[in-house]
């Protein structure tokens, strides 16, 4: 069964770059049938599209986001990664990995989520 | 790149139909058939529960359904039950992005 984990600091100081990685267990992310992508939800609020990457490094980002967005590929160790640089309070949120199935276009496994509070 | 637009909050009785609607723009809903909607229970991840409109995953029930006119999409969940309560969102492919519903709060009465 595929599965998602994130992980990283839970803790980022404004004006940071946060760092995340995303660690795919149960099947390669080398499939050509997938994307990989980050969702982010504030608390209380609702769930906002980052960017997804292809085996490749080929990347797509949310505009909104794209000059502070970095994300990255390791397949020799079945990872992927997440910066944003810059950050502030806003980008306080349960971060989640998920995967994009290129054929019916949708995130179909996702991990479990992990919070990012910034704060000094 | 804006919000699909979504009722923050929907309610029914058991045993009876929701719907819960959707609203974008010519740019993304109105121009592709892949919208998705996602069930998020408290303190959980997001399940898919309909992709591609109106198809459902294996192993969802199929008293979830979708549809779509237009620049808008609509999930109903018929014969609702009591573990459907929980916060619903659609997602649709918007050319190279995605873009997201801010979301709507089901409450089984």
């Known amino acids: 069964q595929l599965q998602l984990q994130e992980s990283g600091p839970g803790l980022v100081k404004p004006s940071e770059t946060l760092s995340l990685t995303c660690t795919v267990s149960?099947?390669?992310?080398?499939?050509?049938?997938?994307?990989w992508g980050w969702i982010r939800q504030p608390p209380g609020k609702g769930l906002e599209w980052i960017g997804s990457?292809?085996?490749?490094?080929?990347?797509y980002y949310n505009p909104s986001l794209k000059s502070r967005v970095t994300i990255s590929v390791d397949t020799s160790k079945n990872q992927f990664s997440l910066k944003l640089s810059s950050v502030t309070a806003a980008d306080t949120a349960v971060y989640y990995c998920?995967?994009?199935?290129?054929?019916?276009?949708?995130?179909?496994?996702w991990g479990q989520g992990t919070l990012v509070t910034v704060s000094s | 790149q804006s919000a699909l637009t979504q009722p923050a909050s929907v309610s029914g009785s058991p045993g009876q139909s929701i719907t819960i609607s959707c609203t974008g723009t010519?740019?993304?809903?109105?121009?592709?058939?892949?919208v998705s909607w996602y069930q998020q229970h408290p303190g959980k991840a997001p399940k898919l529960m309909i992709y591609?409109?109106?198809k459902r995953p294996s192993g969802v029930s199929n008293r979830f359904s979708g549809s779509k006119s237009g620049n808008t999409a609509s999930l109903t969940i018929s014969g609702l039950q009591a573990e459907d309560e929980a916060d619903y969102y659609c997602?649709?492919?918007?050319?190279?992005?995605?873009?997201f519903g801010g979301g709507t709060k089901l409450t089984v009465l």
């Open positions: 998920a995967r994009l199935n290129v054929a019916t276009t949708n995130f179909d496994y």
């Open positions: 149960g099947g390669s992310i080398s499939s050509s049938s997938y994307y």
């Open positions: 990457i292809y085996y490749s490094g080929s990347t």
């Open positions: 010519s740019s993304d809903v109105g121009s592709y058939n892949l």
């Open positions: 591609e409109v109106s």
């Open positions: 997602c649709s492919y918007a050319g190279s992005s995605f873009v």
